[in-house]
């Protein structure tokens, strides 16, 4: 094995759909049966819910473990004037967590305010001197959103202090191992019954709004429908946390986002206007790839560099001049942090491939790098190398790092074998981050190689590229898109836009697009002599050997420039035919 070379990507094209399926889903044009086939959808009813983002199953807030006591201490602290702080994380999905349970808790008349630590003098999650410092200023509630589960001491400290304490996170919890609070919801906790467990810490804030709002027993309709409308205007906030922060889009993230996207199209938050203009958004047309590529680096920017603060600033004014000047400072910010990361992408290359060029899991550590950037920085590595990759900012006495990985590398189980070494860790299966003391660091580099050597050794590390099914270029038609594809939005993580390959595709023309030429822009031709516009991003190397014929792994997508609508082959891979 050698990784001087980024890998070749391997297609894989799954199963026809069986007779059994096929007849269930008659009624659905034959490609769209295979791709709802594709993605475990073979029955009638359980393929219209999906197409139509409903829900399938029983999504009654309550059915989490703590809630009820929750929604009864949140009551208690309104009734009673109580100051609550909701204390988020500093990503999108914790900023937006804060500020959608800071605005539900205002419309029900509670002492709310939100509160989001600085990454470089606080750190990641729950902190005591925050609390001490909350308890201070008369705060008798602490909700947690997008963070605590693995903070025990932390919590026992808000105990120890008389600080009530209510965690609400989406990390995997250690074990069974709960931090000492007055409620803990998580989906993913040990024994818990809510069916969906893939919620981001949004997603949970906004089950933990609807249990407040719900109306149980005798209530007006207007008492009803004001409710609802304070939940519908909340759903942006979930459609822009849960898809900046890569959580599956399945379930009940599915039917979220997408009345989300909804509500972002017609929002009266103004901080939303005000980034769509800076990022060169239409609102009105918005979708998941805006977000996870247009407006949630951003709002992330700013936790990035210096604090989140401007970001829970910008989503909760309703001043028009300050959400401009924010906007202006997150989208500077953001060209700040494109720099920096392409720097740092460079220099923890080098490191890596000096230390071990060789290696399972890529390790590059440095004392100049800054640790708001560290994951983007190994997200770039895992991406070119197909490797699990950690990235970390060296200080004069602990190194923080930041880790990405691949599927078939769960990195916050490899990182719980090293819990003995670790001050803190926390994360998902393909992103996690971690403390170690710097003299423990080479001991944990040397493990987590060690189990990366032992699970990978035996596989094929190839990063793979599906396809729904094979097609003729002739089959790609608007009327495709606009009567098949479109139901399957949103797209992204965990719910891929539907892809295809075609074979043996003539070139009609070919040139490079971009800064750099990385970017390739062809002309293709069908069966029946039709052009289609391709492009494919970082494909402009092929220019220089373009073959006469191709073999194409693609999406069909629509393409909107200047006010003109036409469609494209968004070209995933290439190879010769």
Same mark, same amino acid.
């Given at each position: 094995?050698?990784?001087? @070379?980024?890998? &070749?990507?391997?297609?894989?094209?799954?199963?026809?759909?069986?007779?059994?399926?096929?007849?269930? %889903?008659?009624?659905?044009?034959? %490609?769209?049966?295979?791709?709802?086939?594709?993605?475990? !959808?073979?029955?009638?009813?359980?393929?219209?819910?999906?197409? /139509?983002?409903?829900?399938?199953? /029983?999504?009654?807030?309550?059915?989490?473990?703590?809630?009820?006591?929750?929604?009864?201490?949140?009551?208690?602290?309104?009734?009673? /004037?109580?100051? #609550?702080?909701?204390?988020?994380?500093?990503?999108?999905?914790?900023?937006?967590?804060?500020?959608?349970?800071?605005?539900?808790?205002?419309?029900?008349?509670?002492?709310?305010?939100?509160?989001?630590?600085?990454?470089?003098?606080?750190?990641?999650?729950?902190?005591?001197?925050?609390?001490?410092? %909350?308890?201070?200023?008369?705060?008798?509630? +602490?909700?947690? +959103?997008?963070?605590?589960?693995?903070?025990?001491?932390?919590? =026992?400290?808000?105990?120890?202090?008389?600080?009530?304490?209510?965690?609400?996170?989406?990390?995997?919890?250690?074990?069974?191992?709960?931090?000492?609070?007055?409620?803990?919801?998580?989906? *993913?906790?040990?024994?818990?019954?809510?069916?969906?467990?893939?919620?981001?810490?949004?997603? #949970?804030?906004? *089950?933990?709004?609807?249990?407040?709002?719900?109306?149980?027993?005798?209530?007006?309709?207007?008492?009803?429908?004001?409710?609802?409308?304070? =939940?519908?205007?909340? =759903?942006?906030?979930?459609?822009?946390?849960?898809?900046?922060?890569?959580?599956?889009?399945?379930?009940?993230?599915?039917?979220?986002?997408?009345?989300?996207?909804?509500?972002?199209?017609?929002?009266?938050?103004?901080?939303?206007?005000?980034?769509?203009?800076?990022?060169?958004?239409?609102?009105?047309?918005?979708?998941?790839?805006?977000?996870?590529?247009?407006?949630?680096?951003?709002?992330?920017?700013?936790?990035?560099?210096?604090?989140?603060?401007?970001? $829970?600033?910008?989503?909760?004014?309703?001043?028009?001049?300050?959400?401009?000047?924010?906007?202006? &400072?997150?989208?500077?910010?953001?060209?700040?942090?494109?720099?920096?990361?392409?720097?740092?992408?460079?220099?923890?290359?080098?490191?890596?491939?000096?230390?071990?060029?060789?290696?399972?899991?890529?390790?590059?550590?440095?004392?100049?790098?800054?640790?708001?950037?560290?994951?983007?920085?190994?997200?770039?590595?895992?991406?070119?190398?197909?490797?699990?990759?950690?990235?970390?900012?060296?200080?004069?006495?602990? @190194?923080?790092?930041?880790?990405?990985?691949?599927?078939? $590398?769960?990195?916050?189980?490899?990182?719980?074998?090293?819990?003995? =070494?670790?001050?803190?860790?926390?994360?998902?299966?393909?992103?996690?981050?971690? @403390?170690?003391?710097?003299?423990?660091?080479?001991?944990?580099?040397?493990?987590?190689?060690?189990?990366?050597?032992?699970?990978?050794?035996?596989?094929?590390?190839?990063?793979?590229? @599906?396809?729904?099914?094979?097609?003729?270029?002739?089959?790609?038609?608007?009327?495709? !898109?606009?009567?098949?594809?479109? !139901?399957?939005?949103?797209?992204?993580?965990?719910?891929?836009?539907?892809?295809?390959?075609?074979?043996?595709?003539?070139?009609?023309?070919?040139?490079?697009?971009?800064?750099?030429? *990385?970017?390739?822009?062809?002309?293709?031709?069908?069966?029946?002599?039709?052009?289609?516009?391709?492009?494919?991003?970082?494909?402009?190397?092929?220019?220089?050997?373009?073959?006469?014929?191709?073999?194409?792994?693609?999406?069909?997508?629509?393409?909107?420039?200047?006010?003109?609508?036409?469609? &494209?082959?968004?070209? *995933?891979?290439?190879?010769?035919?």
């Amino acid at each position: 094995m050698t990784l001087d @070379t980024p890998n &070749q990507k391997r297609w894989i094209v799954p199963p026809q759909i069986t007779p059994e399926a096929d007849s269930a %889903l008659e009624k659905f044009p034959p %490609l769209l049966r295979q791709i709802l086939f594709n993605r475990g !959808y073979a029955t009638d009813a359980d393929a219209r819910a999906y197409l /139509n983002g409903k829900p399938n199953f /029983n999504n009654d807030p309550f059915q989490m473990t703590g809630m009820r006591a929750t929604v009864e201490r949140i009551q208690f602290a309104i009734a009673h /004037n109580q100051p #609550i702080a909701i204390y988020g994380d500093y990503d999108v999905d914790g900023v937006t967590a804060t500020a959608l349970l800071v605005e539900a808790l205002r419309t029900l008349n509670a002492d709310v305010r939100g509160y989001i630590p600085n990454r470089f003098e606080e750190g990641y999650g729950l902190n005591t001197n925050a609390l001490d410092e %909350l308890k201070a200023d008369g705060v008798k509630l +602490v909700i947690t +959103v997008d963070c605590g589960i693995r903070s025990p001491s932390e919590a =026992l400290h808000a105990q120890t202090i008389g600080l009530d304490l209510i965690i609400s996170d989406h990390h995997h919890p250690d074990g069974e191992n709960l931090p000492p609070a007055l409620a803990v919801i998580n989906p *993913k906790q040990h024994g818990d019954m809510y069916p969906d467990k893939d919620l981001a810490g949004v997603g #949970i804030a906004y *089950k933990i709004a609807e249990a407040l709002l719900s109306k149980k027993g005798e209530v007006t309709s207007n008492e009803k429908k004001t409710s609802l409308g304070i =939940l519908d205007s909340l =759903l942006d906030l979930v459609a822009l946390g849960t898809v900046a922060d890569l959580a599956p889009l399945v379930g009940e993230n599915r039917v979220l986002v997408r009345k989300g996207l909804r509500q972002m199209r017609q929002t009266a938050r103004q901080g939303l206007f005000s980034l769509a203009a800076v990022a060169d958004l239409n609102l009105a047309k918005v979708n998941a790839g805006n977000i996870g590529f247009g407006l949630g680096p951003r709002l992330n920017a700013a936790g990035r560099l210096k604090e989140a603060l401007a970001a $829970f600033e910008l989503l909760t004014t309703n001043d028009v001049f300050k959400a401009g000047e924010l906007a202006q &400072q997150l989208d500077m910010q953001n060209r700040e942090r494109q720099r920096i990361t392409r720097d740092m992408q460079t220099r923890a290359e080098e490191i890596a491939m000096s230390e071990d060029p060789n290696a399972y899991l890529l390790f590059a550590a440095d004392e100049n790098f800054n640790s708001g950037v560290v994951g983007l920085a190994a997200s770039r590595l895992t991406e070119k190398y197909y490797r699990p990759a950690i990235v970390a900012s060296k200080g004069e006495e602990e @190194t923080r790092g930041s880790c990405r990985s691949i599927p078939e $590398f769960h990195i916050t189980d490899a990182l719980d074998q090293c819990a003995d =070494l670790l001050v803190r860790h926390g994360g998902h299966a393909a992103a996690a981050g971690f @403390t170690v003391r710097n003299e423990n660091l080479s001991a944990l580099v040397s493990r987590l190689k060690a189990i990366a050597q032992e699970i990978l050794s035996a596989e094929e590390l190839k990063p793979t590229v @599906t396809a729904d099914a094979e097609v003729s270029l002739v089959e790609m038609r608007p009327d495709l !898109y606009e009567k098949c594809l479109r !139901y399957l939005e949103p797209t992204g993580y965990g719910n891929r836009e539907a892809s295809f390959v075609a074979r043996k595709v003539k070139v009609k023309s070919s040139r490079t697009v971009g800064a750099d030429a *990385k970017h390739l822009k062809l002309s293709l031709e069908d069966e029946k002599g039709f052009a289609h516009d391709a492009i494919g991003f970082r494909l402009g190397d092929w220019h220089k050997n373009m073959p006469a014929r191709v073999d194409i792994l693609f999406t069909y997508e629509v393409n909107e420039y200047n006010g003109r609508v036409n469609y &494209q082959l968004n070209l *995933k891979d290439l190879r010769a035919a």
